[in-house]
């Protein structure tokens, strides 16, 4: 496989090109996603959104009632929107969000500090979860999530 080494400055300083007509490697850019074009170049996208564990939520466990703590550490937390609702990846465990008001209700699963990030995937219509040694599913003769761990 050949490839072409090119430095693309003109377009983070100038954006995409003015018109079709441009020679080649001109270093601007034809199109561009996530980005738009100002006076000084192009921007990058800023998403306006809030994050989760950024103080206003306090969440509860459905079960104790106790308060649970999410730590922002990279790459955690993780949201997870599925078809069931929306799962929380945490360093500290998974997290299923049971009512979203400023008072979250969660239920745990999985419970313990994970060092890999979560993935998810459907089985049967459900979410299952995955974390290193840790896997998460639904098991439809118990009507229940099962926790397995290696």
């Known amino acids: 496989m050949k490839t072409y080494r090119t430095i693309i400055r003109e377009g983070f300083a100038k954006g995409i090109r ?8 001109s270093g601007l850019f034809t199109s561009c996603k996530n980005a738009r074009v100002t006076k000084e170049g192009l921007e990058g996208y800023l998403p306006d959104t809030y ?7 306090t969440f509860l466990d459905s079960v104790t009632g106790s308060a649970v ?28 969000i049971q009512q979203t008001t400023p008072t979250i209700v969660v239920f745990s699963y999985a419970t313990g ?3 890999w990030p979560w993935t998810c995937a459907a089985i049967m ?3 299952a979860f995955t974390s290193g040694d840790v896997l998460v599913y639904f098991d439809d003769l118990s009507a229940a999530y099962v926790v397995v761990k290696a």
Not at 18 to 25: E, Q
């Open 51 to 57: 994050s989760i564990v950024d103080g206003t939520y």
């Open 125 to 127: 219509q459900k979410p």
């Open 18 to 25: 003015p018109t079709n007509v441009v020679r080649r490697n």
């Open 69 to 96: 703590t999410i730590a922002k550490r990279w790459p955690f937390p993780q949201l997870f929107l599925t078809d069931v609702g929306i799962f929380i990846g945490a360093a500290e465990g998974l997290y299923f």
């Open 113 to 115: 500090a994970v060092t």
